[in-house]
């Protein structure tokens, strides 16, 4: 409801700021500026800056179309990469979760050295896994 009361408030706006403006003083030496003129007090008509008239739209192909066109491929390209590299991700992530868990006897190098996993780290790689395929993966 107020979305929309906004919206009707923007977009009435350019008729409202065309309308005649009056300012007057009342007894008590306030300031009013209304739509209407005060009865029986004297009032004068405030000048309101007219809107700037609508720039033209450049050509297709260049200026600024263009370069937003450009920009919008661009941003395109790059949100595709970080979508083909999440799923990457989260091929690799399912596939180490079902070797974690299909295979109690797992090894890793480290330092250039092989050593078996425990089932208690086991168990604490397979909760990380199934963290990251939770946070990163639908």
């Given at each position: 409801?107020?979305?929309?009361?906004?919206?009707?408030?923007?977009?009435?706006?350019?008729?409202?700021?065309?309308?005649q403006i009056?300012?007057?003083?009342?007894?008590?030496?306030?300031?009013?500026?209304?739509?209407?003129?005060?009865?029986g007090l004297?009032?004068?008509?405030?000048?309101?800056?007219?809107?700037?008239?609508?720039?033209?739209?450049?050509?297709?192909?260049?200026?600024?179309?263009?370069?937003?066109?450009?920009?919008?491929?661009?941003?395109?390209?790059?949100?595709?990469?970080?979508?083909?590299?999440?799923?990457?991700?989260?091929?690799?992530?399912?596939?180490?979760?079902?070797?974690?868990?299909n295979n109690?006897?797992?090894?890793?190098?480290?330092?250039?050295?092989?050593?078996?996993?425990?089932?208690?780290?086991?168990?604490?790689?397979?909760?990380?896994?199934?963290?990251?395929?939770?946070?990163?993966?639908?």
């Amino acid at each position: 409801m107020r979305t929309l009361l906004l919206t009707l408030l923007i977009g009435l706006s350019p008729w409202c700021s065309a309308a005649q403006i009056y300012k007057w003083v009342d007894a008590q030496g306030v300031t009013h500026f209304d739509a209407q003129p005060p009865q029986g007090l004297p009032s004068t008509t405030v000048q309101t800056p007219s809107s700037p008239a609508p720039k033209a739209a450049p050509m297709p192909g260049g200026g600024v179309l263009g370069d937003q066109k450009a920009i919008d491929a661009k941003v395109k390209k790059q949100v595709a990469e970080q979508q083909a590299q999440l799923k990457a991700f989260c091929e690799q992530a399912r596939t180490n979760l079902a070797q974690l868990q299909n295979n109690p006897r797992l090894r890793e190098e480290v330092e250039g050295d092989v050593r078996r996993l425990d089932d208690t780290q086991r168990q604490e790689r397979i909760v990380e896994a199934k963290k990251q395929i939770k946070e990163n993966c639908s």
